[in-house]
């Protein structure tokens, strides 16, 4: 029954950072939106709505982000990533 907790919330853990990424671009997706469809409207000077783009802009980095990192450590825990990004041995003092 431990496991079965244990790996519901690391779905958890995964699933709030991919559902943040996604409401942010939804944000980023509907201020260019609504600025690109207010030049058909003549009665309204279209106005681009940033606030809402960088909080979307935010949302969207510190989600992905999140789960980059995720994998990036869970792959270098494996030995799946490039010899560059493996961890360094110190060297013995001779």
């Keep these: 029954m431990k496991a079965v907790i244990s790996r519901f919330v690391a ?3 995964l699933v709030i950072p991919g559902i943040v990424a996604c409401f942010g671009f ?21 106005k681009f ?3 809402t783009f960088i909080v979307g802009f935010i949302l969207f980095a510190v989600g ?3 789960i ?20 360094k041995r110190p060297r013995p003092n001779v």
Excluded: C, E
């Design 49 to 51: 709505s940033w606030l």
């Design 64 to 66: 992905i982000g999140f």
């Design 11 to 13: 779905i958890l853990i």
């Design 68 to 87: 980059g990192g995720w994998i990036f450590f869970r792959d270098r825990k494996h030995n799946y990533v490039a010899p560059r990004f493996k961890k």
């Design 26 to 46: 939804l944000q980023m997706k509907t201020a260019t939106f609504d600025y690109f469809a207010a030049f058909g409207n003549d009665a309204v000077i279209p």
